[in-house]
């Protein structure tokens, strides 16, 4: 957010509260999920802003779900949840149950692995990336 106006925040948390509180599954309430994560995890809210995320992931619209997605991969590295992220992101791969597209799957693995000091594996992913691009697999 660019400006903070006082009060003018906590107002729209609650109207999007609200909003989800009474049109439950509706294309505006899971909007209103990741409007909602968003302040909280500008707020500092992490673990507020992880669970709207998460339930937006798992229920939410596909498009609205892989944003959400996303968001948790960036909160799991600013939180230096590393080890997890990168079992979650190879599950990921392996179940294909992530409304992102494989290959951004791998290409976050690769960067988290980078990050581990597991470089060799960040680059067998990548080369195995550019190869076989249809179907990639995590390779151990």
Do not use: C
């Not at 609650?14 to 409007?35: K, N, P, Q, V």
């Not at 951004?104 to 594996?121: D, I, K, N, Q, S």
């Amino acid at each position: 957010m660019t400006s903070r106006v006082p009060g003018r925040e906590q107002e729209a948390k609650r109207r999007f509260e609200r909003l989800i509180r009474d049109y439950g599954g509706s294309s505006a309430a899971w909007t209103a999920h990741g409007h909602l994560a968003a302040l909280e995890a500008a707020d500092g809210g992490s673990d507020a802003a992880r669970s709207l995320w998460q339930r937006l992931a798992e229920g939410g619209p596909a498009e609205l779900a892989a944003e959400a997605e996303m968001n948790l991969i960036y909160l799991d590295r600013e939180e230096g949840r590393l080890d997890e992220l990168a079992d979650r992101l190879e599950g990921l791969v392996e179940s294909g149950e992530s409304h992102l597209p494989e290959a951004v799957l791998l290409f976050e693995l690769a960067e988290t692995l980078e990050r581990l000091g597991r470089g060799e594996e960040a680059r067998r992913i990548r080369r195995f990336e550019e190869v076989v691009p249809e179907k990639p697999r995590v390779q151990r």
